[in-house]
Structures are given as C-alpha cells and as structure tokens.
C-alpha cells in the first residue's frame, strides 16, 4: 500500500437530545405535574492509535466521521439514551492538528491510546427540572448543546529507532533488506524509494528495534526539492541516524565528499535538532573496492570528511559487515533507553 502521510477530515460530534416537556397523565391522578425527562448526551469522536496501520490512506476516500445524537427525553421521566462514541482507528504515530486554527491536539504513540477531538452535546433539560414550590407545572424545557464540528489535519511520523539517510542510491533500501525482514524495492537506478518502509531488526529473541528507509535525500530538499520537507520530518523521532555513503562510486560519478556535505547541509537547514541527533557513518559497497585498496581507500574517504565518529565498513547487497552494526546499534539503543529512564 502507498504511504500517505498526511490526511485532512471532518468530525463533527453528535448533537445533545433536547428535553420534554410532558405531564403526568394517569387515571384518578389529576394534576400529575411535570414528568418531562431529560435528552441524552452527544457522542462522542476520538482517535485511537492502532499498531496494525501504518498509511493515512483509508482517509483519501472516507473524510467524514460523524458520533450519534443523543435521544430527546421522554414522558414519565425518561431519560434519552446518549448517542453513541465514534472511534476511528489512526497508525501510531499520527499528530492532530485543528486545520483551522493550526492548533496541536496532540499525537498517539500508544496502541489504544485515545484522544478526543470533538466533544459530544450536552444534554437538555426536561420540565421536571424546573418545578418549584412556586411554579407546579412548568411548560419549560432546554435544548441539547451541539456537538463540535473540526476540520482535523494528520501528519503522521513514522515510529523507528534508527533512520537510514543518504543521497539516493546511496544503499539505503539494500540494508533494510539485508537487515530485516522488509523487502523495499531495488533497482540500479536512483529514487526506487518513493515512501517509507519500516522494518524489525531482530538481534535475539528478546531484543529488537526498528529501522526506517525514507527516500533519497538531495539538495534542497529542506526547502520542498524533490520529496523534501514530506519525508525529512520522519528522522526527527529516530535515536540514532545512519548516513550511508557511496564508498566505490562509478568513474565520473558524484564525490562522496561532496554528497555528505549535501546531506549534512540539508539536515541543518531543515532542523537544528534533527542536525544534533546521534549520526553514524556508514561506507556501503566496500566490496566493489579492490581488496588490497580497500582499508587505505576508506581512510582517505574518513580523512576527507574529517569524520571522528562511529564508522561502518559494510556490502548491505552481499551482508558483509552487517552483523556488528546492528549489534552496536542495539547496545547503544539500550543504553539510551536506560538513560533516558534514569532522567525521568
């Protein structure tokens, strides 16, 4: 299914019932006085989080969404039923946005979590409400407060630890394959990834995390150039970033250097914290190098970049090197988990 990240749609929340006005009618009873009952509540609209959705794309074709009306209240003192909630079912993930307003509602990054976005009608009031000693038979009775009405505007994030980055052709969907059990598109052309794909990287049984492919990153992509600004916002939720780069490029093709200079620029323009998370260096396609040349052409790449950071020697195509990085890139996961747990 394509990815669709972003979604506008309508909720409106049901109406609350109005109230009665009725009397007591009942054989030797004269005079019943007021027996009017109240309306029921509106219902209801919230998001829920659901884990088994990861696109917004159920929402091209459905756009409105509507909770149940409460019932007007009744003679003999009965009360409406309340209108019934409206759950729609959004991927972890997703931020709610008033697309009016552009006010933050929030996000759900739970499985089950919920979050209201338009509040039910408050019930009317029937005539019993309003007798007094002074008044014995009111004729007077509220009506039910509509519900809201929203237009909503979800953007939704992907949810993975580790982000994959780099120009296009760089590798980034031959890892996730030789990582995962994801199996996005390769070709030997450039821009093959149109959406994000997520995959699981399972080290053992009891320890995993997840990996995210977004489309090749070019210049300019931070003001809207090719995919740009639609699929950048997915790194910011990532621990970790890995900057594959191109160690063996074809003769006459794009420098590395240069390429990681992009990338790097790109990541600073759009975010400074998305350019401050952990970022590590990932040298792809090192089997296409001369194996005597291999370890002298890699320096001289590091030294080039002036790169003090964690660095990778991988073949994502051949899984050569593969194991020790998702090893490494598990324990620092757990670590900042720990970290992060002590802070709280």
Request: with cysteine; proline share 5%.
């Amino acid at each position: 299914m394509k990815f669709v990240d972003e979604a506008t749609i309508r909720v409106e929340a049901g109406d609350g019932g109005n109230g009665c006005v009725s009397f007591r009618r009942e054989k030797y009873i004269p005079r019943g006085g007021p027996d009017g009952g109240d309306g029921g509540d509106g219902g209801t609209v919230y998001l829920v989080g659901d884990e088994g959705l990861n696109t917004l794309a159920d929402f091209r074709f459905n756009r409105m969404y509507r909770a149940e009306r409460g019932q007007n209240g009744m003679g003999r003192e009965k009360t409406g039923y309340k209108g019934g909630e409206r759950l729609v079912k959004v991927p972890i993930g997703t931020i709610v946005y008033d697309d009016e307003t552009d006010e933050c509602i929030g996000e759900l990054v739970k499985d089950g979590e919920r979050l209201l976005v338009a509040q039910g009608g408050y019930h009317g009031l029937g005539n019993i409400r309003f007798k007094s000693s002074t008044n014995r038979a009111p004729r007077r009775s509220t009506d039910g407060s509509p519900g809201e009405k929203r237009f909503l505007r979800m953007e939704l994030k992907v949810l993975a630890d580790v982000g994959l980055l780099g120009m296009p052709n760089a590798g980034k969907s031959s890892l996730i394959r030789a990582i995962s059990a994801a199996r996005p598109r390769v070709a030997d052309y450039p821009f093959t990834t149109l959406y994000p794909n997520l995959g699981v990287v399972r080290v053992d049984a009891s320890r995993s995390f997840v990996v995210a492919d977004i489309p090749g990153v070019i210049e300019g992509a931070a003001e809207g150039a090719g995919l740009g600004i639609q699929f950048l916002k997915h790194l910011s939720r990532n621990r970790v970033l890995l900057h594959l780069l191109d160690a063996a490029p074809f003769e006459g093709g794009a420098d590395p250097v240069d390429e990681f200079r992009k990338v790097e620029a790109e990541l600073a323009k759009f975010s400074n914290k998305l350019a401050s998370l952990p970022r590590w260096l990932i040298l792809n396609k090192v089997d296409l190098l001369p194996e005597e040349e291999r370890e002298a052409s890699c320096d001289a790449l590091l030294q080039a970049l002036n790169w003090d950071g964690p660095v990778f020697k991988i073949s994502a195509l051949q899984k050569q090197g593969t194991d020790p990085l998702i090893y490494a890139l598990m324990d620092a996961l757990e670590e900042a988990q720990q970290q992060e747990a002590e802070e709280a």
